[in-house]
Nanobody, 115 residues
Framework: VQLVESGGGLVQPGGSLRLSCAASGFTFSRYTMSWYRQAPGKARELVAR????????DYGDSVKGRFAISRDNAKKTVFLQMNSLKPEDTAVYYC?????????WGQGTQVTVSS
């Protein structure tokens, strides 16, 4: 299983970024995919989750209405569209998949929101 995030960077408050997570090594279309983030000195937290078909999503309270998760099963990729970014969104963003008792994480991509 391999998860590779991309799309992070430095953005001003109020700006947007789109993160991608390219998956390989498993049948992507069978699994719920999640985005988490971890800010310095804080616990890792759920940002968004999407069901295997994309028909169901849920979000952490702090990002509801600003972020949108989506997936392309043909391309084995999950996306996180982040709008109206705030300094408190600064964190390393990780892609995650659970397969039974096994949990797989990507290496993370840094998002910094600063003027």
């Amino acid at each position: 299983v391999q998860l590779v995030e991309s799309g992070g960077g430095l953005v001003q408050p109020g700006g947007s970024l789109r993160l991608s997570c390219a998956a390989s090594g498993f049948t992507f279309s069978r699994y719920t995919m999640s985005w988490y983030r971890q800010a310095p000195g804080k616990a890792r937290e759920l940002v968004a989750r999407i069901s295997s078909t994309g028909g169901s999503t849920d979000y952490g309270d702090s990002v509801k209405g600003r972020f949108a998760i989506s997936r392309d099963n043909a391309k084995k990729t999950v996306f996180l569209q982040m709008n109206s970014l705030k300094p408190e969104d600064t964190a390393v963003y990780y892609c995650k998949v659970n397969q039974g008792l096994s949990v797989y994480w990507g290496q993370g991509t840094q998002v910094t929101v600063s003027s």
